[in-house]
């Protein structure tokens, strides 16, 4: 089973300010995803990224993949109470095959 | 209706009741997902069907049996289960292809008493 490691777990700040999600492994992937889950509700894709050193922009919110295709980070700026929720990274091996990480549950405060 | 869809979305139940859970996509997709989402573990892939055959079963225990009549559909059957299969489970679909962009349900909360 292929493990992606998130960090920070948890993550709390104040409306306004930027803030970086990590999530690692030591296998290789063809892709990786970022979705967004709020409580109550299943995880929402936000992005894909497939190729390595790819950089993705959503608005406030950049994608980038590692080089080697191992890892990704996802970056907010200005953050807002909306972008509260659980980020969840998952890297794809095989057909179906998507590995879900650890998440990171983000709070930020009005 | 649009999307991925979830019945029940909350179920409480005892070791030995018998009970199914329903998944329904009206996205188009050939490829279905069972996940369960506990407290403090990542999302664990239970099944996968695609093209209506089972394609993938993660070591997942008897007590839980999987159906997929059509594409569109999918069920999750429960018996006697165990208050540790307790979470949230999740249902997804997607388009079979290299990007396997899955479009989750809302989940069903099972509590097992």
């Known amino acids: 089973t292929q493990l992606l490691e998130q960090s920070p777990q948890f993550l709390s700040i104040q409306e306004g300010e930027n803030l970086t999600v990590y999530c690692n492994s030591s296998s290789v992937f063809s892709s990786l995803q970022w979705y967004r889950q709020e409580p109550g509700e299943g995880p929402v894709l936000l992005v894909t990224?497939?190729?390595?050193?790819e950089v993705k922009k959503l608005k406030r919110l950049t994608f980038q993949f590692g080089d080697a295709r191992k890892d990704s980070s996802l970056h907010i700026t200005a953050a807002q109470p909306g972008d509260t929720g659980l980020y969840l990274c998952?890297?794809?091996?095989?057909?179906?095959?998507?590995?879900f990480g650890t998440g990171t549950r983000l709070t930020v405060i009005p | 209706e649009t999307g991925v869809t979830q019945t029940p979305r909350h179920l409480v139940m005892g070791m030995t009741n018998k009970k199914s859970l329903k998944c329904e996509q009206h996205?188009?997709?050939?490829?279905m997902y069972w996940y369960k989402q506990s407290a403090k573990k990542p999302l664990e892939l239970m099944f996968v069907?695609?093209?209506?055959?089972?394609?993938e079963n993660n070591s997942v225990p008897s007590r839980f049996s999987p159906e997929c009549p059509n594409s569109s559909h999918l069920f999750l059957h429960l018996h006697t289960l165990q208050p540790e299969d307790s979470a949230l489970y999740l249902c997804a679909s997607s388009r079979e292809g290299r990007r396997n962009e899955q479009f989750f349900g809302p989940g069903t909360r099972l509590t097992v008493l």
């Open positions: 990224v497939v190729t390595g050193g």
């Open positions: 998952a890297g794809k091996t095989g057909a179906n095959n998507l590995f």
């Open positions: 996205l188009g997709h050939n490829a």
């Open positions: 069907y695609s093209l209506e055959e089972r394609v």
